[in-house]
C-alpha cells in the first residue's frame, strides 16, 4: 500500500462516525489535498468546546463562518461575536468564484452558494437587537467579580441586594445600584445599621468608584431593561435552519472590561436558563468569541475562576464554546484543557519567542506519523489547518493537515441598504429595542428621601413656630403688671398725688 492509500485510510479510519456531522475539508498530505478524505466532525462531541487559532491573515474568520453555516444547516443555532465586524455577509449566498470551485474540485465536495438566517444583535448603540440584562440578573457574586471587589467589599455588595430584596426595591440599572450604595452611607445609615451591620464609608467609596470605570467602558448601556431573553437565541427559521445570532461588538475592542462583563452576563444566564442536556447527539446552542484575548485581557484572578468554571459546567447543558484568536497562549492553559476540537492555521515565526510559541503548540497536538508538526505550522497557506477533533467515543481523532471548505455565504459584509433590511424584518428588534424606565431603586430612593426631607422640614417649621410662641409669650409675661403697681404708676393717682403734696407745701 502506497503512503496516499495508507494516509486515505489512516483519515477515513479516523474521522468516521455513525451520527450526523459536519465536513470540515479534506486531509491534505506533502502539501496536497487527498481528494475524499474528508475530516468530519461528529455532532455529538460539537458541546465540548473548541479553539480557532492562528495568525493574522490565516483564514480563522472563514473557519469560523464555515462551521456556523454547517451548523445552521443541520437546524443548530449560532452566536457569533463579531468584533471586526465582517460576518454579515452571512446573510446573502457567495457569488462563487473559479478558485472556489477548484478548491472543491480538490476536496471533492460540490459547492453549494447559499444565504442563512440571521438575527443582528448590538451591546451598544449600534443598530440592532439591543442586548441588556438588569443588575438584579447580574447578581451580586457577578457584579463583586467584574469588579474585581475584596471579601469585605463583597459583602457590602451582598447587603446591598438583600436590602433591596427586602424592601422590594428594583435593581434595574447601575444608577439604581449606585443609588442605594449612597443611601446606605447617607440618608438610610441608621435604618442599614439597625438591620444589616455598619457599612464603611471607604469600602462604599472604593465600590462606586469600580462602577464609575465600569459605566466609562459602556456599561450603562448594557445595564437596563428590556432584559434579553436567552432563549431568542436558539430560534429556528421556517427552513429548519437554525438561526445565525451575530452580536456587532466593533466599537468595543478598546472596552475589554465590558466585554468580559456582557461575556460573563451571558454565560451565567445561558447556564441558568438550559435544561441539563445529559449525553444528547446534538448541541442545542454553540458561541463563537472572536478575539477571544480580550475576555481574559485584564481580567482578574477571581473572573478568571469564574470563568473557567462555567467552561467546565456549561457543556452538560448542551453549549459549545468556540474562542477565536491568534495564539493558543491567549487562552488561560485551565480553559485549553476543556477544549475537543481544534483548528490550527498557521503561525509565523519571526522572533525567538514565536518560535517557542509554535513548539508549545505543536506539542498540543497529537503526534502523527505523517507530519512533522512544526514544520507544518510553519508552512500552511491561506483556509489551510491542522485539526484535531473527538470521535463519538471521546477519543482524539488523528491529527489532520486540512485543506477547509469554502462559505457557501458571502465573505465580505453587508451593504448599507441591506443591512438596514436585514434589522429592519426582525421580529426581536421590536421585541427589545423599546427603551423601558420604570421605577426603581433610583426614584422609589429619591422619593423616599425627598418625603424624609419633606417631613424634616415640617418637623423644623413647627419647631420655629413652637419657638416663637414661646418667646412672645415671655414677652407677653414681662409687660403684665402687678395690679397694686399698676395702680402705683398710673397717671391718674401720680396726679393725685402730686395734687396733694402741692397742698402740703403751700
Avoid at 222 to 229: N, R, V
Avoid at 294 to 318: M, N, P, T
Avoid at 396 to 421: F, I
Amino acid at each position: 500500500m502506497g503512503t496516499e492509500e495508507k494516509f486515505f485510510e489512516h483519515i477515513e479510519k479516523g474521522y468516521t462516525t455513525k451520527g450526523d456531522y459536519i465536513t470540515m475539508g479534506a486531509g491534505m498530505l506533502n502539501g496536497e489535498a487527498i481528494k475524499n478524505a474528508f475530516v468530519k466532525i461528529p455532532l455529538k462531541t460539537l458541546n465540548r468546546h473548541g479553539l480557532i487559532a492562528g495568525a493574522t491573515g490565516t483564514g480563522k474568520t472563514k473557519t469560523l463562518q464555515v462551521i456556523s453555516e454547517n451548523l445552521s444547516d443541520k437546524g443548530i443555532p449560532v452566536l457569533l461575536m463579531d468584533l471586526k465586524g465582517d460576518l454579515s455577509g452571512i446573510a446573502q449566498p457567495s457569488p462563487g468564484h473559479p478558485k472556489i470551485d477548484e478548491r472543491h474540485e480538490q476536496i471533492g465536495l460540490p459547492f453549494e452558494p447559499n444565504a442563512f438566517p440571521v438575527e443582528i444583535l448590538s451591546l451598544s448603540e449600534q443598530d440592532g437587537v439591543r442586548l441588556r440584562a438588569t443588575v438584579s440578573e447580574f447578581g451580586p457574586v457577578l457584579l463583586s467579580r467584574i469588579l474585581d471587589l475584596t471579601v469585605t467589599q463583597e459583602g457590602i455588595v451582598a447587603v446591598v441586594f438583600k436590602y433591596c430584596d427586602d424592601n422590594k426595591l428594583p435593581l434595574l440599572d447601575l444608577k439604581d445600584f449606585k443609588k442605594v450604595l449612597q443611601y446606605a452611607t447617607g440618608e438610610g445609615k441608621k435604618e442599614f445599621q439597625s438591620a444589616y451591620g455598619r457599612i464603611s464609608t471607604s469600602s462604599t467609596g472604593t465600590i462606586l468608584r469600580k462602577i464609575i470605570e465600569l459605566e466609562q467602558q459602556g456599561a450603562d448601556l448594557f445595564f437596563g431593561e428590556k432584559s434579553f431573553d436567552v432563549e431568542d437565541l436558539v430560534r429556528i427559521d421556517e427552513n429548519g435552519r437554525g438561526y445565525i445570532n451575530i452580536i456587532r461588538l466593533t466599537d468595543i475592542q478598546d472596552r475589554p472590561k465590558l466585554f468580559s462583563t456582557f461575556m460573563l452576563s451571558l454565560l451565567a444566564e445561558i447556564y441558568a436558563t438550559f435544561p441539563e442536556q445529559g449525553d444528547s447527539d446534538r448541541p442545542e446552542l454553540i458561541l463563537f468569541i472572536d478575539e477571544a484575548h480580550l475576555i481574559f485581557k485584564e481580567a482578574s484572578k477571581a473572573l478568571l475562576d469564574q470563568i473557567e468554571s462555567i467552561v467546565k459546567l456549561i457543556r452538560s447543558k448542551g453549549i459549545g464554546l468556540y474562542f477565536v484568536t491568534q495564539n493558543p497562549t491567549d487562552v488561560p492553559d485551565d480553559v485549553l484543557g476543556q477544549l475537543g476540537l481544534k483548528v490550527q492555521h498557521a503561525l509565523r515565526a519571526f522572533t525567538a519567542k514565536d518560535r517557542k510559541a509554535i513548539k508549545l503548540t505543536a506539542e498540543n497536538y497529537p503526534i502523527s506519523e505523517f507530519y512533522d508538526t512544526k514544520e507544518v505550522l510553519t508552512s500552511m497557506g491561506i483556509g489551510e489547518a491542522l485539526i484535531s477533533a473527538l470521535d463519538e467515543k471521546g477519543r482524539p481523532t488523528p491529527l489532520a493537515a486540512t485543506l477547509l471548505r469554502a462559505p457557501m455565504s458571502r465573505m465580505d459584509v453587508l451593504t448599507d441598504a441591506e443591512l438596514k433590511e436585514a434589522i429592519g424584518n426582525s421580529k426581536l428588534v421590536k421585541k427589545y429595542n423599546e427603551e423601558i424606565d420604570r421605577e426603581s431603586a433610583y426614584e422609589i430612593l429619591n422619593e423616599k428621601i425627598e418625603k424624609a426631607q419633606k417631613e424634616a422640614e415640617k418637623e423644623e417649621a413647627r419647631e420655629r413656630k413652637a419657638s416663637s410662641s414661646r418667646k412672645s409669650s415671655s414677652r407677653r409675661s414681662s409687660t403684665r403688671m402687678n395690679p397694686v403697681v399698676k395702680v402705683l404708676t398710673s397717671a391718674t393717682f401720680i396726679r393725685g398725688v402730686l395734687g396733694v403734696l402741692k397742698k402740703v407745701i403751700r
